[in-house]
């Protein structure tokens, strides 16, 4: 088991928590929560070890279009990138959504 850590400036608060995704073969879940600084921590504890260049290149990614501070926390039983960038968008969907009070 690997852990990760990786940390983006970020432009806006987060004010909500999201959880989606289970972990399971081949599969993997993102829980998301308010920072309490303006930056986006995200902590990677991964089944598959060795592969710290690709959730780098994943997430950066991810974060030149989300500019949450948020905690994010994935928890990963080797999933894909993509299916990665899919459960990241999820999380950041489900916050908006509860922000907004479950309006869809």
């Not at 850590?5 to 081949?26: C, E, K, N």
């Not at 990677?44 to 592969?51: A, I, K």
Request: aromatic residues 8%; glycine residues 10%.
């Amino acid at each position: 088991m690997e852990q990760l850590t990786f940390d983006y400036p970020a432009q806006r608060a987060v004010t909500t928590r999201a959880h989606v995704g289970v972990v399971g073969s081949g599969d993997l879940e993102v829980l998301l929560q308010p920072a309490g600084d303006m930056q986006a921590h995200v902590v990677v504890h991964t089944s598959v070890d060795g592969y710290s260049h690709i959730w780098k290149s994943v997430l950066d990614r991810f974060f030149t279009r989300y500019d949450g501070a948020a905690l994010i926390e994935i928890n990963d039983f080797g999933a894909t990138p993509g299916v990665v960038a899919l459960r990241l968008a999820e999380a950041v969907e489900a916050a908006q959504d509860s922000a907004q009070g479950g309006k869809a």
